[in-house]
């Protein structure tokens, strides 16, 4: 059987590069398209590009720099997200040192309607993020309540996630952002253990008073106080 030359598989290898780039270059493009058709809620545009042999859900855009799925959730786009999770091979739990999950995404914002979309996706996890950037701690610095009681229900919440030694708590990110209601909430769902945390020697008080955020502050005192009393043993008579 002969061989076949030197200049053969150099061809093969050529070959293969141009498919491969023009790949590439075709993901990119239609991330680009699939991200304008979303901020112009163009759904048949939107539906015409999922077809598209070359439409990668995950891929980039390079005018947006965030992928088609990153986009819908950020803005909130239920609508949207519920249609790309039917793609394949979405990387629902990734994040890195340049960016979180897709539900921390939808936290942030304060996008109810994409996080029950997103909940609903196999494999979703609550707790996925870098330090300090869990979708509980979205959810705690957005004011978001009813997201917070969407997480916390899910089976798989933990609830020590985000209290690492060096971690701020979702407390400390509503405290720090003045968010009231998400405060009393979390107040009042996590242990006294938890409320009185530090990170670098600074609680949720202390952190609300540097913000200028004395109500806050005052607020979770009041309520460690009233806690700290109820603890202790009733004086004999």
């Known amino acids: 059987m002969t061989k076949p030359s030197s200049v053969t598989r150099v061809t093969k290898v050529n070959k293969m590069l141009d498919e491969k ?8 493009k239609l991330a680009d398209d699939m991200v304008s058709a979303i901020e112009f809620n163009q759904t048949k545009k939107i539906k015409t590009i999922m077809s598209d042999k070359y439409f990668d859900v995950n891929t980039y855009s390079k005018k947006y720099n965030m992928s088609p799925i990153v986009y819908a959730c950020s803005k909130g786009n239920a609508k949207v997200v519920r249609m790309l999770l039917t793609c394949d091979g ?9 960016s979180s999950t897709l539900l921390y995404d939808a936290c942030k914002g304060g996008h109810i309607e994409v996080v029950k979309e997103l909940l609903t996706y196999p494999n979703i996890d609550v707790n996925a993020g870098k330090c300090n950037c869990l979708p509980i701690h979205a959810a705690a610095g957005s004011n978001s309540v009813e997201i917070i009681k969407l997480l916390i229900a899910e089976p798989q919440f933990q609830v020590s996630a985000g209290f690492g030694d060096q971690e701020t708590t979702p407390l400390m990110h509503a405290a720090r952002k003045g968010q009231t209601q998400a405060v009393e909430f979390l107040l009042f769902y996590y242990p006294l253990s938890y409320i009185t945390k530090t990170c670098f ?33 009733a004086s004999p008579v």
């Open 21 to 28: 780039t023009t790949r590439l270059f075709e993901r990119v």
């Open 90 to 98: 979405i990387n629902i739990n990734y994040y890195d040192d340049y």
């Open 201 to 233: 020697n600074k609680s949720a008080s202390d952190i609300a008073r540097r913000e200028y955020e004395d109500d806050i502050a005052d607020l979770i005192d009041t309520h460690i106080a009233n806690q700290t009393q109820s603890t202790q043993p």
